[in-house]
């Protein structure tokens, strides 16, 4: 398949959106803060 | 009657209660979609099912309106309602050819039906705890309690919602009739496996069958779909009745005529019945009528009929009994009415740029938007999706474009993220779209879309098992109800010691709590955030209203009106009782006064 530099944009996004998520709603959900 | 009920039986007998009104349900709506013989045949075989029973539950709730505003809803009366679906729906059964499972569920793989089955299980868990949720307690399930009692559908004028429309809270109300909270609580959760099986069926139409089962997987791993269905609310039931509107609407693709137009306009009128809500979808609709029927008169006079038909009279109620279709709000057209402030406390602005920063704030800090979680898929997968744009079908857009429009409604109207779960079953198909585009495209945009989606579908499972694991012992009956309430639920030990040390005569203000569902009948008990209704609007000062009602008991939290605080310390009043109330992640300290004699 065809090299796209969207690609990657994307595969950061999901993995930059992850792990804010990780950190801004998991862990405080685990610390009872939510 | 305390309608407090849990365990095993309680349980057993509930979900056996369901399932004949289910059945009854699909007698009504097979009937009047089989009377119109409308286009089954575009419909899949479980779609069909699924729109009946959504129907059928819709003119149920019409008929126990009916009964209960002409003051004759009794056990009597509704077990003749649900015999008569009972007997509509042998009647169908009949006729059309008993359908293998295979066939009506399709062929998804069946690792997506057992977490499904698993998900829709723990949910079913969750609802057969003693009501708990805020709102419940305050009117959605307090309001029909009341009826009830009064024997009449009435206007409450003390209360804000009696004249709302209350589509769901008149199945609340049946399963209060027969059974009490876990029964009226089911009635929620049923419309979690409707509203995920809708955008299954329809995806797999649509799009095919492994975009259908992600679609389902997204839309029942959303945290705040999963704690809705467990509570007495009505967002689970609008999401249904929405999507289902959308998706009948976009049958006008495949089927000529006025058809698809009344069957959405039928179930857009159970949406704008279910909550004020409704209205946000019902305009969005209609301006895709008008678009896509190119202004044809017929097409949206027909659709336009057939959602006033189910949908309008709770509005002519309103206008008819208060002088505004939509009290309290828009006091200020009507002259009838109040402000109300339902944006209190939520939302991180407004504007252009909160509005772009929305997805992601919503997302990330459930705090700032009533607490519950989205969850992240939705903001993970749908910007993937946008590389489909251009060559996306007809359909595919019209969808987008609802759920954009949703969203941004909500945004104008009151950034609750439970609010957003009439647009979950939108956002899950563009999710699933972005999902399988990032499959598709393989490598590293593949790797890390899997990768993610997997970890979230797991974390969010394990916040699923987590909030039921507190539920187990009262469900399974460890624990009884009433000591479980006490741990659990911050108004039930104020009112449980009202109602074991206050005598019959003794008139208690609760000026703490707008929890009303536990208040004990038989003691006076005067509901301050009630009576402040008729305050406001005789301007009468919270001291001397005190003064001169002459309360032998008061009950207060530290956030209780600062002057009240201060008539109990300047009036010999003692404190007889108090305790914390703990509900994450806030803590809730309350005193129970006595006068002094």
Redesign the interface.
């Known amino acids: ?1 065809k090299f ?1 530099w ?3 944009c ?6 930059v ?2 792990f ?3 950190f ?3 862990f405080p ?1 685990l610390q ?3 | 009657m305390n309608y407090i009920g849990a365990g095993p039986l309680v349980s057993l007998v509930a979900t056996a209660f369901l399932a004949v009104v289910l059945f009854a349900a699909f007698g009504f709506g097979r009937s009047l979609i089989g009377m119109f013989e409308w286009p089954v045949a575009v419909w899949h075989r479980g779609e069909t099912a699924v729109a009946s029973v959504g129907l059928g539950l819709a003119m149920l709730s019409m008929g126990i309106f009916l009964l209960a505003v002409g003051g004759v809803f009794n056990k009597p009366t509704a077990s003749l309602l649900i015999l008569s679906g009972v007997f509509l729906a042998l009647f169908w059964l009949k006729r059309v050819e008993a359908p293998r499972v295979q066939e009506t569920l399709g062929e998804a793989p069946q690792i997506f039906w057992a977490a499904a089955v698993a998900v829709f299980s723990l949910a079913w868990l969750q609802a057969l705890a003693p009501a708990t949720a805020m709102d419940a307690l305050a009117y959605h399930l307090y309001l029909p309690k009341e009826f009830l009692r009064l024997g009449r559908m009435e206007f409450l004028p003390l209360t804000r919602e009696s004249l709302w429309p209350f589509n769901t809270e008149m199945l609340f109300m049946l399963g209060m009739l027969f059974q009490g909270t876990a029964l009226a609580q089911l009635f929620h959760w049923v419309f979690f496996p409707l509203t995920a099986l809708a955008v299954y069926f329809f995806t797999l139409r649509v799009y095919g069958v492994m975009p259908a089962a992600w679609a389902m997987i997204f839309f029942i791993f959303t945290p705040v779909v999963f704690a809705q269905s467990g509570a007495p609310y009505v967002d689970l039931s609008l999401a249904f009745f929405v999507f289902m509107a959308v998706s009948t609407f976009l049958m006008s693709e495949k089927v000529a005529g006025v058809k698809p137009y009344i069957l959405s306009g039928l179930f857009c009128g159970a949406a704008v019945g279910s909550k004020y809500l409704g209205l946000g979808p019902f305009l969005i609709l209609l301006f895709f009528i008008l678009i896509r029927s190119r202004l044809n008169l017929r097409k949206t006079s027909y659709f336009l009929l057939s959602c006033g038909v189910v949908g309008s009279t709770w509005y002519w109620r309103s206008w008819w009994v208060a002088g505004n279709p939509f009290f309290p709000f828009f006091h200020t057209i009507f002259n009838r009415g109040y402000y109300v402030d339902i944006d209190a406390g939520v939302s991180m602005g407004g504007g252009p740029a909160a509005f772009l920063l929305f997805p992601w704030n919503v ?5 700032a938007f009533g ?1 519950q ?1 989205l ?2 898929l939705f ?3 749908l ?2 999706a946008l ?1 489909l744009a251009r060559r996306s079908r007809p359909v595919s857009r019209y969808l987008a474009a609802f759920g954009f429009l949703y969203v941004a409604f909500i945004f104008t109207q009151s950034q609750h993220v439970r609010f957003l779960v009439a647009a979950a079953p939108f956002l899950s198909i563009g999710a699933t779209a972005g999902f399988l585009y ?1 499959r598709s ?5 593949k ?3 899997v990768a ?1 989606v997997a ?2 579908l797991f ?1 969010h499972a394990g ?1 699923f098992l987590y909030r039921v694991k507190n539920i187990w012992p009262v469900a399974a009956g460890r624990i009884d109800a009433e000591t479980w309430l006490k741990e659990n639920e911050r108004s039930y030990k104020g009112y449980d010691y009202i109602r074991r040390h206050a005598a019959p005569e003794e008139k208690f203000l609760n000026a703490a709590e707008v929890r009303y569902f536990y208040a004990p009948e038989d003691r006076r008990i005067t509901h301050l955030f009630q009576e402040n209704v008729r305050l406001r609007a005789q301007t009468i000062p919270i001291v001397r209203y005190l003064e001169s009602e002459k309360f032998d008991g008061i009950w207060v939290t530290d956030l209780s009106d600062p002057e009240i605080l201060q008539f109990i310390r300047s009036h010999r009043y003692e404190l007889v009782f108090s305790y914390e109330a703990r509900e ?2 806030d803590t809730f300290r309350n005193f129970i006064y006595k006068k002094s004699s």
């Open positions: 398949m796209k969207s690609d990657v994307f595969a950061v996004w999901m993995v959106v992850f804010a998520y990780l801004l709603v998991v959900k009872g803060k939510i | 997302s990330l800090y459930p705090n607490g979680m969850g992240a903001l993970l997968l910007p993937a590389p990032a495209r393989g490598g590293i945009f790797a890390a879309a993610t970890a979230l974390i916040i994450k992640p």
